[in-house]
């Protein structure tokens, strides 16, 4: 099967939306020519922000993306070919080509994690709420969770560079399937293959080819920290941490969430405690120390996003000490209540 047909790089230039746009190449992906604008994501894949002229009045956005050529990306095709969720991008359309699969999957319009925790750092960008970032991992967690249950699918690369924050309404969108692989071929999967050093589970990084529920479980978790905190976990590590020479001592350096987060002192204590042990279980070092299935990770979050809807509790009496003094001193009930009204 012919591959994509591209044009020669250069700087050409296209029209889109009244403004002239500069773009890497043009791709034709079956009957589709698309204009490629820049990369996107991590740059360990090619990916590409990309514009048809063509689709619908005035052209539209898509992704375009480009896998090696392996039998279990046919089959993860198929699959999300059919899958449809809105915690990732649809498949539109691909073709094999020799060096492997050209893949046009719907634009997802946002700023990507990776760009928006710089500008926390840099104080461009206030920082979520914690009932927020509560909300936004809850939906990402689900969309995990789907592709695990519905496909058996395990995503392989979550990390800032491949999450997208949107807008209206605001969530987290996974934006690449390139590193995705069924339960039964993540074995075979080449060595640094969606790996990264600090969003990557220990057990990741140490075999280079295992993955599963518990390895997203553990890359989300890193995003829900570093989204409270505006920094990573174990000290900086993440995942690294469940490494020699760290492994013994990075478990007592993890610092729950609660004590490194701006507005932690105004949560209420019961809630802070909920939400440690929620964050924490999921960064745990070793796989069986997380939570032990989707349900219970989902049920966990759940409950903690409802927690944080709920409205605050009035606050206590305070003069309830005045009031105990003052029957014991006999005072008139009279002078008792109008001193609890005050």
């Not at 209206?168 to 999967?189: M, Q």
């Not at 997203?216 to 690294?240: A, K, M, N």
Request: aromatic share 10%; charged share 25%.
């Amino acid at each position: 099967m012919p591959g994509p047909r591209r044009s020669p790089p250069g700087e050409a230039t296209i029209t889109i939306r009244g403004q002239r746009l500069p773009y890497v190449e043009r791709c034709r992906v079956r009957r589709r020519d698309y204009y490629l604008l820049h990369p996107v994501g991590s740059p360990h894949r090619q990916r590409f922000r990309a514009f048809d002229p063509f689709a619908g009045p005035g052209g539209d956005f898509f992704q375009v993306q480009f896998w090696s050529d392996d039998p279990a990306a046919v089959r993860n095709l198929r699959l999300l070919r059919r899958f449809k969720d809105e915690a990732f991008p649809r498949v539109v359309e691909w073709e094999r080509h020799p060096a492997g699969h050209a893949v046009a999957l719907t634009w997802v319009e946002g700023i990507s994690l990776a760009e928006y925790f710089d500008h926390l750092r840099q104080g461009r960008r206030p920082a979520v709420d914690p009932g927020q970032a509560v909300r936004l991992v809850r939906g990402l967690a689900n969309g995990v969770c789907h592709l695990h249950k519905e496909l058996r699918i395990c995503h392989g690369d979550i990390q800032p560079a491949n999450v997208v924050l949107t807008s209206h309404p605001s969530r987290l969108t996974l934006i690449d399937f390139g590193s995705a692989w069924t339960y039964e071929s993540a074995v075979g999967r080449d060595k640094g293959d969606g790996v990264h050093p600090s969003y990557s589970a220990p057990e990741v990084l140490a075999s280079h080819c295992v993955s599963g529920f518990h390895a997203d479980q553990f890359s989300v978790s890193v995003l829900f920290y570093e989204l409270l905190t505006r920094q990573l976990p174990y000290q900086g590590l993440g995942g690294q941490a469940g490494l020699p020479p760290w492994s013994k001592s990075a478990a007592e350096a993890l610092v729950p969430p609660s004590e490194s987060i701006p507005v932690g002192d105004s949560l209420p204590r019961q809630l802070k405690q909920h939400l440690d042990e929620v964050v924490l279980r999921g960064l745990a070092l070793t796989p069986e120390k997380r939570f032990p299935d989707r349900h219970a990770w989902l049920d966990a979050l759940f409950e903690l996003h409802t927690r944080f809807r709920l409205p605050s509790k009035p606050a206590r009496d305070d003069h309830w000490l005045t009031r105990l003094v003052a029957w014991c001193a006999g005072e008139p009930r009279s002078r008792r209540n109008h001193e609890g009204e005050q």
